[in-house]
């Protein structure tokens, strides 16, 4: 059985951007994350996507490693 993949909760999100900091993730587009793992992974709405897709998200620095990798078509998690 898969883990379940998703952002931690809000609590442990907190503690990991305040010791790992966060960096900008781009959203769609040539060199920015895929649309459906970025929605899929967030759980967002479509309207919440539009503005990921227009603006960015701020995520931790496993996160962005994550949904970059699906760009490529690697769907494991990278390594600690």
Avoid: C, I, Q, W
Wanted: charged share 20%; net charge positive.
């Amino acid at each position: 059985m898969r883990p379940r993949l998703g952002p931690p909760p809000p609590h442990v999100r907190a503690l990991l951007s305040a010791t790992e900091g966060t960096v900008h993730l781009a959203v769609g587009g040539p060199n920015g994350a895929p649309l459906k793992a970025v929605r899929a992974f967030y759980a967002l709405t479509l309207d919440e996507l539009r503005t990921a897709r227009t603006t960015g998200l701020r995520a931790t620095p496993f996160e962005a490693a994550f949904l970059r990798a699906a760009a490529v078509g690697n769907d494991e998690p990278p390594a600690p």
